[in-house]
Every structure is written in C-alpha cells, then in structure tokens.
T-cell receptor
C-alpha cells in the first residue's frame, strides 16, 4: 500500500531565509509525487509534481522539490521565504503503475510559519 | 478559469438528517476524489471514481455514506443518517488520470448538531 509521511507538524523560518518541508514516501511501483498548499478556509492548491526525469522539480510561487529515490524523499524547498508563504503544506503520492486503484494519498500536513 | 465547484459551501444540520453534497468536476476530467478533512484525522480519502466508475470507497463508512456519479458533470456524496462525528470539511477533487494531480474545490463545511 502506498503512504506518505511528513515528519514535522510545524516548520518555523524567518523571512528571507531558505525553507525546507520534508516528505518521505512508500509505494510498490513508480511514484508520482505532489506538493499542495492550503490557506485558511480554502481548498488545496497544486504546487508541483514529479513524474519522471530531472530530480529537481520547479513549481508555483518559487517553490521547488527534490526527488531522491534512494532516500524515498521528496522535500519541498524555497530559497527565500516570504511571510505570505505561511500556510499548511501537504505532500501526496500516487502509485501510477499499481493497478486500477492508483489513489492519491496525502500526508498529515506541515504548518509553515514564516516570521517577519 | 476552470475550477471544481462544490455546493453547498456550508451546511448545518441536525443529527439524523440526510445530507447531500454536490461536486461539479472540471470539464473533461476523468477522475474524481472525495476527501474529508478534520483536525484529528487530517485528509482522509473517502471515494475515488475513474470514468464515473467507483474504483475505491474503502475509506468510507458504508452503513451511512454513499457516493455516486450520475453523469460526468456531477458527483454526489450522501450521508444518511448524519451524526455529530461527521462534522468536517468535505473536499471534491478532479483530474486526468495520466497527469496524476487533482484539482480541489473549495469544500463543504458540514456541522452536525
């Protein structure tokens, strides 16, 4: 069964500093990996995805993520954090070759707090 | 600007009443997901449809919940009878199976009193 883990409930970073939000995954086949962001009282917004190819994926709002197959990780990064980046971030995985039920499974979320 | 539309945005109901939540997927999308979000459980997958066929509803309490796609433009999630523990935000998401990602609606906030 596929699963994804976000080991940190909250990440605190000062504005202007680099940020990293961690994610590890487990799938039986080849993973599609995703990051989403959720602002208060809103739905989840898609940020970026990894399917194949370059291990460094660039997405919306200056975010990027690095796929590491040996460590089964897909950490979200940004070189310089903004206060407006403060939100709840979710990592998600789909096993695209795992048969008919290639569900989209989410982690528990990491609250990013960027201090001015 | 294509988006997933969910109705109603907010619903307050009494315990025991039937609740129906509706979702209009993005036109052309062939996968639909229903999720429930609570503080305690996070995001739980309730049901997954592909080409309107239910592929997985293992996360859904079968005795009171049901999910259907009567046509390609409408997905429904019903709770009968509702209970206070069903209080949560319910999200619908749609996508194209080969692309992988899903796009979320704004959610329905359900409160059962």
């Amino acid at each position: 069964a596929q699963s994804v883990a976000q080991p940190e409930d909250q990440v605190n970073v000062a504005e202007g500093n680099p940020l990293t939000v961690k994610c590890t995954y487990s799938v039986s086949g080849n993973p599609y990996l995703f990051w989403y962001v959720q602002y208060p009282n809103r739905g989840l917004q898609f940020l970026l995805k990894y399917i194949t190819g370059d291990n460094l994926v660039k997405g919306s709002y200056g975010f990027e993520a690095e796929f590491n197959k040996s460590q089964t990780s897909f950490h979200l990064k940004k070189p310089s954090a903004l206060v407006s980046d403060s939100a709840l971030y979710f990592c998600a995985v789909r096993d695209m070759y795992g048969g008919a039920t290639n569900k989209l499974i989410f982690g528990t979320g990491t609250l990013l707090a960027v201090q001015p | 600007d294509a988006r997933v539309t969910q109705t109603p945005r907010d619903k307050v109901t009494e315990m025991g009443q039937e609740v129906t939540m509706r979702c209009q997927p993005i036109l052309g999308h062939n996968t639909v997901f229903w999720y429930r979000q609570t503080m305690m459980q996070g995001l739980e997958l309730l049901a997954y449809f592909r080409n309107r066929a239910p592929l997985d509803d293992s996360g859904m309490p079968k005795d009171r919940f049901s999910a259907e796609m009567p046509d390609a433009t409408l997905a429904t999630l019903k709770i009968q009878p509702s209970e206070p523990r069903d209080s949560a935000v319910y999200f619908c998401a749609s996508g194209l199976v080969l692309q992988g990602e899903a796009f979320f609606g704004q959610g329905t906030r359900l409160t059962v009193v």
